[in-house]
């Protein structure tokens, strides 16, 4: 047990307190102090459903539980000031921290610690530790620092960065700023027009409602841009990129990427062999567009529904002032840039 006690303010004779901090002892709790990762998986190509999106939506599942048991330790200034506050380091004990209804500063010590800032724009720190921060309503400032840690900015504009570790951030309402560093890191947008930095090691990332900006950087990243005119840029590695339902961009960078592209997006592999995988027609958004591809190294992977009565769906490529246009039924699926005399057996089929 460690009895956490802050004051801000002076308190002298005749003078009351401009603030007060005050803090209820902190049980240890390593139960409660869990925080969520997850691993990176290759999207399979035939596979419509699985991309990250799916993992993403395991953050909600966090936030319930999380929630349970936060308040062990409770900090509120009693003239409106913003909280200022440190949990000792010298101990690696779970500890919980919340802060006020303003803007707050709490830093955690070197154990599986739980700041929350409540409302206002709040910077919170975890340090060593696998730790749980959340930002509440305001514009905040989340830093996982080291250990495996799980942000959550909640509403408004927040900036999360996962640092070193294996992370889970999510921005949800506003337009986030979500930086995972180090680590195979597992980040959500939700709402607004959001940034996802992967950085070094393989990342999964879903921009979610808006139109937003992933980045895997290095390593093996998995990116989904989900509703919105999203850019997805791979960068290093072997990458698997997802178009989501808006107008997307797929830049795979260097390395043997898989990008998966709807009707109305538009894909560029960059170096590498890299495979593209086009969705069934969409008369709404129309056909997707294929640039730099390379008969010599690439592959153009078709996903096909399967038909009611069971019969073969007619494939054809037709030529288009020196592009190559890919139908289905009469319908064109994909327009692949310089690509005349692509042929109809140069195709690879699969079930979507």
Known sequence: MLALMGLLGLVAAGMAADAVLNATEAEEDPDGSDTQSSETDTVPVADSAADPAEAAAELLVAEEEAAQ???????????????????????????????????????????????????????????????????????????GAAGDDLLNGRADNDHLTGGAGNDTLRGAVGVDHLAGQAGDDLMAGGLGEDTLLGGEGNDTAWGGAGSDWLDGG??????????????????????????????????????????????????????????????????????????DYDGGTDQLVLLLEPTADGADADISVQDAD????????????ARV????????DQLILQSA
């Not at 990427?257 to 129309?286: H, I, K, Q, Y």
């Not at 020196?322 to 699926?333: E, F, P, R």
């Not at 840039?337 to 109809?344: E, H, P, S, T, V």
Request: no cysteine; hydrophobic share 40%; aromatic share 4%.
């Open 337 to 344: 840039l310089g690509a005349a005399g692509l042929r109809a």
């Open 69 to 143: 048991g936060i308040a062990l330790a409770q900090g509120f200034a009693d003239d409106g000031a913003a909280i200022s506050d440190d949990l000792p380091d010298e101990t690696d004990d779970p500890l919980r921290l919340m802060g006020s209804a303003q803007g707050d500063v709490l830093n955690g010590a070197g154990g599986n610690d739980t700041l929350m800032g409540g409302d206002g724009g709040d910077a919170l720190a975890g340090s060593g530790g696998a730790d749980l921060l959340w930002g509440g309503s305001g514009d905040d400032e989340l830093d």
């Open 218 to 291: 290095w390593g093996d990243d998995a990116l989904s841009g989900g509703s919105g005119d999203d850019t997805l840029d791979g960068g290093a590695g072997n990458d698997t990129l997802n178009a989501g339902t808006g107008a997307d961009f797929l830049n795979g960078g260097a390395g043997d990427d898989l990008m998966r592209l709807t009707g109305g997006s538009f894909a560029t592999g960059g170096e590498g062999a890299d495979r593209f995988a086009l969705m069934p027609p969409d008369a709404e958004a129309g056909p997707a567009t294929v640039a």
């Open 322 to 333: 020196g592009d190559a246009l890919i139908l289905v039924d009469g319908a064109v699926v």
